[in-house]
């Protein structure tokens, strides 16, 4: 199994610039979460889907970012616009429901300037 | 709420030497507890957990275990070797459910 895969590992962008960060989740995964990483806040759960649908998205900081799961397959977390306190690395992970059995991607390094 | 308390970093071992990293939980319900580990730059991996009380995970040398009268669960390893250099998260969930809670981490560093 190739593992959840998150593209692009890094990414340079502008402030004002819309960010699309992509995730392919594991194979009969049917969880899948998104994850923010910084050196301040430590690590924070975005928002997390079940079958495709969004379960609890209170972590979402705030109207500039969305996720969307259009297939078991894929996921995407969009930010528009980007600001430089966005700077951070984001974790795609996903579950097949048992406790505690996360498999994260490699994240994505996000640098807003 | 319910939260995860680590000791603070970084830690700074020899090879060889003992490891503790202490982790203490609050929880509303009955958690599962857990110990990922991130390696410098990858995601985290799930290293060992433990679902109920006086319960033992293992793995790679590394074990803790589940103590609600303390409501802990603290690493340990008995010699620890260059290639566990990483950052440690404790984390749980709660009634089987799929909302985790980390905690910040602790960076270890073990020097040859």
């Known amino acids: 199994d190739a593992g959840v895969i998150q593209s692009p590992r890094h990414e340079v962008t502008e402030m004002g610039q819309e960010v699309t960060l992509r995730c392919k989740p594991i194979s009969g995964h049917d969880y899948l979460f998104w994850y923010r990483q910084t050196m301040m806040r430590g690590l924070e759960l975005l928002i997390y889907?079940?079958?495709?649908?969004?379960?609890?998205d209170s972590g979402m900081p705030e109207d500039r970012f969305s996720a969307k799961m259009p297939n078991a397959s894929f996921s995407t977390l969009k930010i528009q616009p980007s600001e430089p306190r966005d700077s951070a690395v984001y974790f795609c992970a996903s579950s097949s429901g048992r406790p505690g059995e996360l498999f994260f991607g490699e994240g994505s390094r996000l640098t807003v300037l | 709420g319910d939260s995860v308390t680590q000791m603070e970093g970084p830690v700074t071992l020899s090879e060889e030497a003992f490891l503790t990293i202490n982790c203490t939980y609050t929880?509303?319900?009955?958690?599962?507890l857990f110990w990922y580990v991130q390696y410098p730059g990858e995601g985290l991996q799930l290293l060992l957990k433990?679902?109920?009380?006086?319960d033992k995970g293992s793995n790679k040398g590394f074990e803790a275990t589940y103590r609600k009268e303390t409501t802990s669960f603290h690493l340990e390893k008995g010699s620890v070797q260059v290639s566990d250099s990483a950052v440690y998260f404790c984390?749980?969930?709660?009634?089987?459910?799929?909302?985790?809670?980390f905690g910040p981490g602790t960076r270890l560093s073990v020097l040859p």
């Open positions: 433990a679902t109920k009380a006086d």
């Open positions: 984390a749980l969930s709660v009634n089987y459910g799929q909302n985790f809670v």
């Open positions: 889907f079940n079958n495709n649908v969004p379960i609890d």
């Open positions: 929880a509303t319900g009955y958690p599962s």
